[in-house]
């Protein structure tokens, strides 16, 4: 493996975010108390300087690198750049949230971005080496920062049954991926592939490596029936670290699935079709008639989750391009929508009060205009009413399936939308209609208000001119 010029331009970005994890980790120790802003300045402007070098290094022909194992395309190209700006909202939002609890200190920033330099990993990995080196780098990092708070039990709590359920779903993937080892003799995905097409399903081996593989996918994204940790982390975690885990984490299991079932195992997607097909209707139901009895927003939002994976899967089954592009798109709209619901929770907190209860949303509109406006857009496109983007990316799914002639899967997805609208309109019920709880003023950063603004025009943007963003869907697939 040559560490020349070739082989390092296209992992510049992963190299960046390194350096500016490793900068702020040795910044951090000759800051004091006081200076602990400083550790915000530099992540903002690393991860903008990040953003920009991902822009001047993508584009052009496919490249794979260090003997096929990294890989570098439009998909990797594109991802990237969106999990670092959904990872920039995160940490504007955080900030006042951590100042005020005494929170804002390296670690924080250290381990959120050794979590986004793992996702820039899983995004552009070309073999199953590199892909769990990268998803147990995020994983580590998040399990930490859900137990970030060391005064709450419930932190503890949730930290300790993610890391018991991530070590399981991890477990089930490297036994997997060993299966798929035995099988074809490689961990690199384009020799992987060839294999496949070769022997088919005549491998017992290969079979039950597949079925192992989509058992880790599920637990990574979530997906009924391996859920049980989504609700009770989210619940757990602080606001921020719930932020961060329910958006840009999507995006990378996203490009997980997307390297190990279609770049790997393509050739068995009849196979896989199925299994996929049955863990996304078990996802819509469940998620949306169980978010409808949570007096809990995070647990709410969490079953909520639950069933946009069900959406992003329905993408994936079809096996063709315009498929693919819709569930990516769903993926990149979903993290956008989960980042700017739980900014606003972060942003009503205060010292000493968690925004976690429904009721806490009441009369937001009273309290302030600008960001029950927000919210309600966010609501609207999660639910998807038009002209947002969150019904946009319903509609290119919905048209996905239907095109494999799978009008029932399309019903069914349309009714449990029907029921999930509920739960999304009752929050704009509480925001508007009823009378607020709290009549304390909402305190928050010049930049939270602007990222959250950003964020929701976004929504409604995107919703009115979608080709912005399904264009660079389709060259991901074309």
């Known amino acids: 493996m040559n560490f020349d010029y070739a082989n390092l331009t296209p992992v510049l970005p992963e190299i960046a975010v390194l350096t500016l994890a490793s900068t702020v980790l040795l910044v951090d120790l000759y800051l004091k108390d006081h200076q602990k802003e400083v550790n915000h300045i530099l992540t903002v402007i690393g991860l903008l300087v990040a953003i920009g070098i991902t822009g001047v290094v993508g584009g052009g022909e496919r490249t794979i690198v260090f003997d096929g194992s990294y890989v570098r395309d439009s998909m990797s190209d594109a991802l990237k750049v969106l999990i670092l700006i959904v990872s920039l909202f995160a940490f504007i939002y955080a900030k006042d949230y951590l100042r005020d609890r005494n929170m804002l200190v390296g670690e924080y920033y250290v381990l959120g971005l050794f979590a986004v330099l793992g ?106 029936p391996f859920h049980m940790w989504v609700p009770d982390v989210y619940q757990g975690a602080p606001n921020p670290v719930v932020l961060f885990l329910g958006s840009a984490p999507k995006l990378a299991a996203f490009a997980l699935t997307v390297r190990i079932m279609v770049d790997g195992l393509g050739d068995l997607h009849i196979h896989w079709q199925g299994m996929l097909m049955i863990l996304s209707v078990l996802s819509l139901a469940v998620g949306n008639v169980i978010a409808i009895a949570q007096s809990n927003i995070k647990r709410m939002l969490a079953y909520s989750t639950i069933s946009h994976v069900g959406f992003i899967f329905l993408g ?62 966010i609501m609207f496109s999660m639910a998807g009413v038009p002209p947002t983007v969150g019904f946009m990316a319903k509609l290119l799914v919905l048209e996905a399936v239907v095109s494999l002639g799978l009008w029932w899967l399309a019903v069914i997805a349309v009714f449990f939308s029907i029921i999930g609208a509920f739960y999304y309109l009752r929050i704009i019920k509480l925001m508007y209609f009823d009378k607020a709880q709290i009549e304390e003023p909402i ?33 991901a697939f074309g």
């Open 119 to 224: 996702m820039m990993i899983m995004v552009s990995a070309y073999s199953f080496l590199t892909l769990y080196l990268g998803l147990e780098l995020l994983a580590l990092c998040l399990y930490a920062m859900v137990a970030f708070d060391r005064d709450s039990p419930e932190g503890a709590e949730a930290a300790m049954k993610y890391f018991v359920l991530g070590a399981l779903g991890s477990g089930m993937l490297l036994y997997g991926v060993s299966m798929i080892y035995g099988a074809t003799g490689s961990l690199e995905l384009g020799a992987v592939a060839r294999s496949v097409a070769e022997q088919g399903m005549d491998s017992k081996v290969l079979v039950f490596g597949l079925v192992f593989l989509l058992i880790g996918v599920g637990f990574k994204f979530g997906a009924v």
């Open 316 to 377: 994936l089954i079809g096996g063709s391009e315009g498929g693919y592009s819709a569930a990516m798109f769903y993926a990149i709209v979903y993290a956008f929508m989960a980042a700017g619901a739980f900014g606003v929770l972060v942003m009503l907190s205060r010292k000493g009060f968690e925004a976690e209860k429904l009721d806490d949303l009441k009369g937001l509109n009273d309290r302030d205009s600008w960001y029950a406006a927000m919210m309600a857009l």
């Open 443 to 475: 305190v928050a950063g010049a930049g939270a208000r602007v990222a959250l603004s950003v964020n929701g025009l976004a929504v409604l943007f995107l919703g009115l001119f979608p080709m912005v963003l399904l264009s660079v869907c389709q060259a």
